[in-house]
Structure formats: structure tokens, C-alpha cells
Nanobody, 130 residues
Framework: QVQLVESGGGSVQAGGSLRLSCAAS????????MAWFRQAPGKEREGVAGIYTSGGSTVYADSVKGRFSISQDNAKNTLYLQMNSLKPEDTAMYYCAARPIGSAGYCSKLLSRSDAFNAWGQGTLVTVSS
């Protein structure tokens, strides 16, 4: 079972930047879809960005394209989410998630399926003020 621990959340003004990290351990498969989800108060959890660990292909929600960037450091077993040009509507708890998969294309489909991920971190809070 993969264990995930997020860090890097905080408070920032609109237009600012933050970088979230997700330290992973306990990998038992060679290929995963790693993703960032977020959940704002009173709203459903939504997929923000995903990356296929074998090859590094990425997928983004339309709401963050051009502003957020997902990446991985395989040597450190760490997933990142660089968030630029932050908006108040980006305020949410951000979660790291993992699911073993066999192809990059499936990772893009999983971004809309939070229930398909079987490993989750505890979350890190991002607050963006106007």
C-alpha cells in the first residue's frame, strides 16, 4: 500500500505562487497515476492534475491549465504541484492520490474519478486571499 504525505500548503495573496509536495513510499507496482485533487468547503472533490509515473505524461483540469504544473522526482519519490497566478477560487484542501495503472491514457480518465484512487494523503490547506 502506498503511503502519501503532502506538504507546502499555506496562505497567499491572489497572483502569488505555492509549491505543494507529496512524499510517497511503499510502492508495489512500477506504474502509477499520481494526481492532485482539491476540495473546497461545500463542494465535491475535483481532480486538478495527474501524471503517469512511467514516462511523465500529464493531464490538467481546464480550470488550472497554464497556471499549475505537476511534476515528479523519481529519485526522491516525490510528487509536486507548482501553482502560479493563484486565484481565490483555488482555495481548498489539496490531496495527493495514487492508483496503479497500465497506460498513460487511463490516467487522464481517472482525473474525473476520485473514487478510483486507493491511496490518499491527509491533505494540505491552500488559502488564497483577494
Amino acid at each position: 500500500q502506498v503511503q502519501l504525505v503532502e506538504s507546502g500548503g499555506g496562505s497567499v495573496q491572489a497572483g502569488g505562487s505555492l509549491r505543494l509536495s507529496c512524499a510517497a513510499s511503499g510502492y508495489t507496482y512500477s506504474r502509477y497515476c499520481m494526481a492532485w485533487f482539491r476540495q473546497a468547503p461545500g463542494k465535491e472533490r475535483e481532480g486538478v492534475a495527474g501524471i503517469y509515473t512511467s514516462g511523465g505524461s500529464t493531464v490538467y483540469a481546464d480550470s488550472v491549465k497554464g497556471r499549475f504544473s505537476i511534476s515528479q522526482d523519481n529519485a526522491k519519490n516525490t510528487l509536486y504541484l507548482q501553482m502560479n497566478s493563484l486565484k481565490p477560487e483555488d482555495t481548498a484542501m489539496y490531496y495527493c492520490a495514487a492508483r496503479p495503472i497500465g497506460s498513460a491514457g487511463y490516467c487522464s480518465k481517472l482525473l474525473s474519478r476520485s473514487d478510483a484512487f486507493n491511496a490518499w494523503g491527509q491533505g494540505t490547506l491552500v488559502t488564497v486571499s483577494s
